[in-house]
Every structure is written in structure tokens, then in C-alpha cells.
């Protein structure tokens, strides 16, 4: 629906934003772009600790799937779409994991 639109954010449909969400994705987009061993963008991080998280200004890299709200380059999800979770099989969270399906 959006032929120009070269990223997309996936959300689940439970979350709450915080009022900086937009303004966070539209600021580290580029990243998806720069490096093409970055394969989503996360706004959460259940490793977000104090030792880990006390400053604002830190982006952090982290190897693990993707949790509640994410993006994507269109190149990206169109290549995941054709490799979907079976029926059966489990959470699209876990089946995200498989290191295949993103390419190492």
C-alpha cells in the first residue's frame, strides 16, 4: 500500500508507545541502510539494566530476536513473508531466532 515506503515498524497489537517512538526509529533508521548486518531495529531490550541503559545517548547492539515493536527494510520483510512461521510450529518471536532465516 505504501510502494515508497523503504522500511516498515511492526508492533504488536497490546503495546502502549512512548511519546518518542516515532522520533526514535525515524533517528536510527539509517543504521538498517549503513550496516547490512543490522537486520531489524528494536525499541525494546530485555536486557535494559541499569549497567546497560543509564544513558540515553547509547545505542547498544544486541544478537537476539525481536520483541513488541521493530523495524524492518522492505527488502528484509519481503524476504522473511515467503519464509513465515508454519502453522503449528511456534511464536514468530522464537522462529525470528533462526539464524538461516536472517542470513547469519
Same mark, same amino acid.
Given at each position: 500500500? &505504501?510502494?515508497r515506503a523503504?522500511?516498515?515498524?511492526?508492533?504488536?497489537?497490546?503495546?502502549?508507545?512512548?511519546p518518542?517512538?516515532?522520533?526514535?526509529?525515524?533517528?536510527?533508521?539509517?543504521?538498517?541502510?549503513?550496516?547490512?548486518?543490522? &537486520?531489524?531495529?528494536?525499541? &525494546?531490550?530485555?536486557?535494559?539494566?541499569?549497567?546497560?541503559a543509564?544513558?540515553?545517548?547509547?545505542?547498544?547492539?544486541?544478537?537476539?530476536?525481536?520483541m513488541?515493536?521493530?523495524m524492518?527494510?522492505?527488502?528484509?520483510?519481503?524476504?522473511?513473508?515467503?519464509?513465515?512461521?508454519?502453522?503449528g510450529?511456534?511464536?514468530w518471536d522464537?522462529?525470528?531466532t533462526?539464524?538461516?532465516?536472517?542470513?547469519?
Open positions: 500500500e &505504501f510502494p523503504d522500511k516498515a515498524i511492526v508492533l504488536e497489537d497490546d503495546l502502549l508507545l512512548s518518542d517512538f516515532l522520533r526514535y526509529f525515524h533517528h536510527v533508521a539509517p543504521l538498517l541502510d549503513l550496516d547490512p548486518t543490522v &537486520f531489524c531495529i528494536n525499541a &525494546f531490550s530485555s536486557n535494559s539494566y541499569s549497567d546497560t543509564s544513558d540515553p545517548r547509547v545505542l547498544l547492539r544486541a544478537r537476539s530476536y525481536p513488541y515493536g521493530w524492518v527494510k522492505r527488502s528484509y520483510a519481503s524476504q522473511i513473508i515467503n519464509h513465515w512461521v508454519p502453522p510450529i511456534g511464536d522464537w522462529w525470528l533462526w539464524e538461516d532465516l536472517r542470513k547469519g
